[in-house]
């Protein structure tokens, strides 16, 4: 034991490491290109340098903070915006994660029902609605804030030129009817690569 010193082993290529062949003896595992990883062939298998496998990586990210008063009952693309932003992915091929988070207060003692939307306009297109949130639940007091609310959306396939995502909200009671809210949120938008 501890009597095989470095000097007595065979030479061999800068680079390469030792491990066993299915035969249990010492094997080499050949060096591989730069930027390449080791990877598990499994068990009974030589490891071999490899590329990382694609996919996931994070590419860009964008914070922005969007809040106000509203008072309609309007929804979708036609409720009022409260927050806009314009954002370029880099590839078409990737993904964007749209995540919303924060709260409201109501202006009364309302039974509330607002929502919020997350709305999405490629360059030279259409604005569509991506996602709809719960309605904001039922307040009791008009200084309560109903922090908490959250939504989040992929969006496939987003372009590859400046696109535009706004932030819409309402203010409603479980009827329909208009109330005031004060909304403040702030929107994620993270593009992922394919």
Not at 8 to 17: E, I, Q, R, S, V
Not at 105 to 126: C, L
Not at 164 to 170: G, L, M, P, S, Y
């Amino acid at each position: 034991d501890d009597a095989i010193t470095l000097a007595k082993m065979a030479g061999g290529t800068d680079g390469n490491l030792i491990t066993y062949d299915a035969s249990g003896n010492p094997a080499y595992v050949a060096a591989g290109s730069a930027t390449q990883v080791l990877t598990s062939q499994g068990a009974g298998s030589v490891p071999v340098f490899a590329a990382a496998a694609g996919g996931g990586k994070l590419v860009q990210y964008k914070m922005v903070s969007a809040g106000g008063s509203v008072s309609s009952a309007a929804t979708g693309t036609s409720a009022p915006e409260i927050g806009s932003t314009t954002f370029t992915p880099t590839s078409d091929s990737n993904s964007l994660i749209l995540l919303v988070t924060g709260g409201a207060t109501y202006g009364g003692a309302e039974n509330g029902e607002s929502q919020f939307y997350i709305t999405y306009t490629p360059n030279g297109g259409s604005e569509t609605s991506l996602f709809t949130s719960t309605p904001l639940g039922d307040e009791t007091s008009a200084t309560r804030h109903k922090m908490g609310i959250a939504g989040m959306v992929a969006k496939t396939s987003p372009g590859a030129a400046e696109q535009t995502i706004k932030i819409r909200a309402n203010g409603k009671d479980v009827h329909g009817n208009t109330v005031s809210v004060g909304w403040a949120l702030q929107l994620l938008i993270v593009e992922i690569a394919a």
